[in-house]
């Protein structure tokens, strides 16, 4: 079964920066796609950026221009830097995968930016 496993989150002040990092294992052979998504409190869940395994990418508008999704193909992790962060960009961010037979998801981690 394939598992994702998350790292980065934390807490930063305004303005500031965090990297998230997204390690996927256990089987895989093919991969569709890896991105991010985030939650915040009473909200649904968004999409944050996306990479396609060509290298095409995606972002949510209120992220583009802050955020930079990469992705290591041979190493199958999937990284955000994450620039600029605003308050908003307060959520529980989870990796996600897309392969030929399921879409996984990590378990999340948090990311709260305050002062």
């Known amino acids: 079964q394939v598992q994702l496993v998350e790292s980065g989150g934390g807490l930063v002040q305004p303005g500031g920066s965090l990297r998230l990092s997204c390690s996927a294992s256990?089987?895989?052979?093919?991969?569709?796609?890896m991105g991010w998504y985030r939650q915040a409190p009473g909200n649904q869940r968004e999409l944050v950026a996306l990479?396609?395994?060509?290298?095409?990418?995606k972002y949510a508008d209120s992220v583009k221009g802050r955020f930079t999704i990469s992705r290591d193909n041979a190493k199958n992790t999937v990284d955000l830097q994450m620039n600029s962060l605003k308050p908003d960009d307060t959520a529980v961010y989870y990796c996600n995968v897309r392969t030929p037979r399921a879409t996984v998801w990590g378990q999340g981690t948090q990311v709260t930016v305050s002062s």
């Open positions: 256990g089987g895989i052979f093919s991969i569709y796609s």
């Open positions: 990479i396609i395994s060509g290298g095409s990418t």
